[in-house]
């Protein structure tokens, strides 16, 4: 009896040693009361769940050249590298670990509404201008789940091009709307999975360039056709809805940006 309770006594020691160890590199993080979205504990390589995927839509933005950070809820070697990405944009330490600091600075860039403070639902819904998120192919709530995916990448490109405003002229198109203004058939911006920009202070080169480190995988700017007054980005890659092909798609030959070109 005595003995058992010794070695039990000696496994509980030996069980909180690693722990305590972790807890002092890693801090446990500060009671928050977010309107949006919440984050109960720190996240690094190795843990999974939905906190993850949370996380993952919002540095999905820092993925790196011609790659994407799958919203799989599962923290791998990519989520670790665009969530440091993330931390040298906006001034921490950039240790690849979700904590407090992460977490407070993505508190301070989400609305309640979990849009990035510089985007709006509003500006991404329906470009001809009847609003609602409906006449898609998909349901409404995913085609604003994608929208709200596309301005956390949008709010990157913002912040990666000096924190100047970029303006969305079409975001989702129903299917009305997209024949409308003569869009491809199966074109991004009818899953809420596109934005058309401009800027007044970056080129379309500019844009079109940074768009590729941003987790777009299509991009089309000057020189593609009809692309000379807007730079069209969208995530195709990630889209298994749509009938295209999930693969990278980038044109804008007049800025060097093309098939083989990248
Ligand atoms: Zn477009």
């Known amino acids: 009896m005595r003995v058992n309770t010794l070695k039990r006594a000696a496994v509980a020691f030996a069980l909180a040693l690693p722990a305590a160890a972790v807890a002092t590199v890693v801090a446990a993080p500060a009671a928050h009361a977010d309107g949006c979205y919440t984050w109960k504990r720190n996240l690094y390589q190795g843990r999974s769940g939905d906190d993850v995927r949370q996380l993952q839509i919002r540095v999905a933005g820092w993925a790196g050249n011609r790659d994407i950070v799958e919203n799989d809820g599962r ?20 240790d690849g670990v979700a904590g407090p600091q992460t977490y407070g600075k993505l508190y301070d860039l989400q609305d309640n509404d979990c849009t990035p403070r510089h985007f709006s639902f509003n500006e991404m819904d329906d470009g001809c201008g009847r609003g609602g998120w409906s006449g898609g192919p998909l349901s409404p709530a995913q085609t604003r ?25 079409s975001g989702f198109r129903s299917r009305t709307c997209n024949s409308q203004v003569g869009g491809a058939s199966d074109s991004q911006h009818l899953y809420g999975n596109a934005a058309d920009l401009t800027s007044r202070t970056s080129s379309l080169c500019q844009l079109a360039r940074d768009a590729r480190s941003r987790g777009f995988s299509g991009i089309y700017g000057p020189g593609y056709p009809d692309h000379d007054d807007h730079v069209h980005v969208d995530s195709r890659r990630e889209n298994d809805r749509d009938d295209t092909p999930n693969t990278t798609s980038w044109s804008a030959p007049d800025c060097g940006i093309g098939a083989g070109n990248d």
Do not use: H, I
């Not at 923290?75 to 950039?94: D, E, H, I, M, N």
């Not at 709200?148 to 970029?166: F, Q, V, Y």
């Open 75 to 94: 923290y791998g070697p990519k989520t670790a590298a665009a969530v440091k990405r993330f931390q040298s944009a906006y001034g921490l330490r950039a």
């Open 145 to 169: 789940q994608n929208a709200l995916r596309t301005m956390w990448k949008l709010e990157a490109m913002r912040r990666s091009l000096g924190d100047r405003p970029l303006y969305v002229s």
